[in-house]
């Protein structure tokens, strides 16, 4: 990154944008210390970051926080961030720039691949897949999501949305199938739900 930024420019870095809190995207933010950068987090990120004991040294607390959007301006360029939720994380934002048509969410689309393990370590599994729908409603070419070395389109966002809704629904199947062979007789009995998920009925 360093090097791209210094083949593009040799002004230095004014601002930071903290996509979320963990430390694998934002773990070398502190190699811009000497500009002193505006750093711009949702308010999550920030709060969490604070509560690290110690704090993270190489991860500075952010000097800008919102709640739902904020729009970073310099000179000609525009960056709309907007929070829609947790997803892959608490915090974790949508950033779009409408004049390039890029749009950036980490973690939780993999142009290319299937979601890492565990879906990317992610939270809260229900707002992971409805994160697809609310990027979807962004109007860019070209997706920018971290990870696994390649850029996207709404084409992989679709896809991987697919691939999330099938697996949600074969994992609701298949866990219906085994709580009924396994307990439905006792529930019957009691008069309670037929399975220990209610929200797969």
């Given at each position: ?15 930071l ?27 999550e ?64 689309v993999?142009?290319?691949?299937a979601?890492f ?16 729908d609310?990027?979807?409603t ?64």
């Amino acid at each position: 990154m360093l090097y791209a930024i210094g083949n593009t420019t040799r002004l230095p870095v004014t601002h930071l944008v903290y996509s979320h809190l963990h430390a694998d995207h934002i773990g070398a933010a502190s190699l811009f210390n000497a500009s002193h950068p505006i750093i711009i987090a949702h308010a999550e990120t920030h709060d969490r970051l604070a509560m690290l004991s110690p704090l993270d040294p190489l991860r500075p607390l952010p000097n800008v926080t919102f709640q739902n959007n904020y729009t970073v301006s310099v000179g000609n360029q525009t960056l709309e961030l907007s929070y829609h939720g947790p997803n892959h994380t608490p915090g974790n934002l949508f950033m779009y720039a409408p004049a390039q048509r890029i749009a950036v969410l980490v973690d939780v689309v993999f142009p290319g691949w299937a979601p890492f393990t565990e879906l990317g370590v992610a939270d809260f599994v229900p707002s992971l897949i409805a994160a697809h729908d609310v990027l979807l409603t962004f109007d860019f070419d070209v997706l920018v999501a971290g990870h696994v070395g390649q850029l996207g389109t709404k084409h992989d966002v679709l896809q991987q949305k697919k691939y999330l809704e099938d697996l949600r629904d074969s994992c609701a199947i298949a866990i219906k199938g085994i709580m009924t062979d396994a307990i439905e007789p006792t529930c019957h009995d009691s008069g309670k739900s037929s399975t220990a998920f209610p929200f797969l009925e």
